[in-house]
Nanobody
Framework: QLVESGGGLVQPGGSLTLSCAAT????????IAWFRQAPGKEREGVSW????????YYAVSAKGRFAISINNAENTVSLQMNSLESDDAGLYYC???????????????????WGQGIQVTVSS
């Protein structure tokens, strides 16, 4: 399973780090992604990282502000989010996929495992 942590309330311009812990299937995924879902909107991919850490991808909205990293010793993936804006708010999910991803956007229907989601609120 995947368990997210680190969400909460942050002021615009602030920073937050989300963590995703993978347990129970540590040998069976090739990449982990972060998705965001705002109220009334589809779940969209924000960033993903390969199991090796060699390949990363960021959505346009996240590029330059977010940084994804993986710690294979602890089976965790972190998403450092800086300069947060109101549009960054929503439910954040981490998800894992058993297949190799080619560099580019990731879609919710591709993922095999999901966390329960964690709320990020950006407000003054």
């Amino acid at each position: 399973q995947l368990v997210e942590s680190g969400g909460g309330l942050v002021q615009p311009g602030g920073s937050l780090t989300l963590s995703c812990a993978a347990t129970g299937f540590t040998l069976d995924y090739k990449a982990i992604a972060w998705f965001r879902q705002a109220p009334g909107k589809e779940r969209e991919g924000v960033s993903w990282i390969s199991r090796s850490g060699d390949t990363t991808y960021y959505a346009v909205s996240a590029k330059g502000r977010f940084a994804i990293s993986i710690n294979n010793a602890e089976n965790t993936v972190s998403l450092q989010m800086n300069s947060l804006e109101s549009d960054d708010a929503g439910l954040y999910y981490c998800a894992a996929i058993r297949l190799e991803l080619i560099p580019g956007p990731v879609h919710a229907y591709e993922m095999d495992y999901w966390g329960q989601g964690i709320q990020v609120t950006v407000s003054s």
